[in-house]
């Protein structure tokens, strides 16, 4: 098969084509999300009951990775495509309901800040406003948070909500994955049945290999990938067009400057490193589970602590990149500045702050993590 036959390479040839006109729009359109779909990124954690295709970890998590080199902010919306395993908790009826019409889901929504939800009859009257809900223009259905109670151990509770009953705030004008639209979501009245909400990090109901992995670790190593997607772009294009131009000033190209080269091998150095650990301790924890055991909490330690710091190691590749190409990076039509505004989002998110070294190390000095939702 060619690049021209493989559908995943034709829908990276066409992202490469509109990823501009995605910027402009501040997000990925429904007809680009319904081509991710065709390709099966959105039912790699449906269950396998519901018409699913479950994927292990590591596979999905290099998919969202190559996406991610050719756009950041697609590759965070696709990275969305293993958020299912969030539902599990939820009732098995609720589950068929939301699968009826196939495997194919979009979830997206703004979990935080979590909004009080006034208890009814046969659920939770929904008023509030919730932030960056990435991806939520054509999600199929949307989730937003509320609190816990006595019944979920203070976790809090995300509540679905179908689209159309929610108002999106198309407020998302930002340095870094533009294309994101991490609108905010406002509900006014809206009451949602108590089956259609379950308690993130809670127990699943679902017994399959997937369900078994951690929910939140998933969802925290999938944003994480995406830092290694736009490093890997940086790179490929110091090493490649980069590489081969030549200073105003009539000084050597670049390719000719000891200390480009240098800088640059050692962030190759630095990015295959923390990648190499990152998947490593995917595979490790996934063949925990194959072998019909449970990630430990050394194992999610791991996961967490390699995800944390590929998105560092991501960023400050890009950046070296950028601090190594001299005034041409300057240039708002040069790629590096959007490339530094993508990867520098990344490490910012809750779920890749530099409090997960501290929580990390604390579990695996036999200590509680230090952060709550750890796994």
Not at 137 to 155: Q, R
Not at 176 to 203: H, K, N, P
Not at 283 to 299: F, H, K, L
Not at 323 to 349: F, K, W
């Amino acid at each position: 098969m060619t690049a021209h036959d493989d559908p995943f390479e034709e829908m990276l040839t066409e992202l490469a084509r509109r990823r501009e006109e995605f910027r402009d729009l501040r997000h990925v359109p429904k007809d680009f999300v319904d081509r991710l779909k065709r390709l099966g990124l959105y039912r790699v954690s449906t269950p396998r009951r519901f018409g699913g295709e479950p994927m292990p970890p590591a596979d999905f998590l290099r998919r969202v990775e190559r996406i991610s080199a050719v756009d950041g902010s697609t590759g965070w919306v696709a990275s969305f495509g293993c958020a299912l395993v969030y539902l599990g908790s939820l009732p098995l009826d609720t589950q068929a309901r939301l699968y009826a019409d196939g495997p194919d889901v979009v979830l997206a929504g703004g979990l935080f800040p979590v909004q009080e939800a006034t208890p009814t009859r046969h659920g939770f009257l929904l008023n509030g406003r919730w932030k960056f809900a990435s991806g939520c223009v054509a999600a199929d259905i949307l989730v937003v948070g509320i609190p816990g109670d006595d019944s979920t151990s203070g976790k809090p509770r995300g509540a679905l909500v179908p689209p159309e009953r929610l108002r999106v705030v198309r407020d998302w004008d930002v340095v870094g994955m533009q294309a994101t639209g991490s609108f905010d979501l406002v509900a006014e009245d809206v009451e949602v049945a108590r089956e259609w909400t379950f308690i993130r990090g809670g127990a699943p109901v679902i017994d399959e290999p997937l369900y078994r992995y951690p929910a939140i670790t998933y969802s925290a190593q999938a944003l994480a990938v995406v830092s290694a997607g736009v490093a890997r772009a940086a790179l490929d294009l110091a090493e490649g067009t980069g590489a081969g131009r030549a200073g105003i000033t009539g000084a050597p190209k670049l390719a000719d400057r000891a200390y480009y080269r240098a800088g640059i091998a050692e962030a190759e150095a630095a990015l295959r490193s923390a990648r190499a650990y990152f998947y490593e301790a995917t595979g490790e924890a996934w063949q925990a589970i194959t072998d019909g055991g449970a990630v430990s909490d050394e194992q999610n330690a791991h996961l967490r602590l390699s995800a944390a710091h590929l998105a560092r190691v991501g960023a400050e590749v890009v950046a070296k990149v950028v601090s190594l190409s001299g005034t041409a990076a300057i240039h708002r039509a040069h790629p590096l500045p959007a490339l530094l505004g993508d990867v520098m989002v990344v490490q910012e998110h809750a779920f890749l702050s530099p409090a997960m070294y501290d929580a990390a190390g604390a579990v695996l000095m036999g200590r509680p993590p230090t952060v709550p939702a750890f796994r």
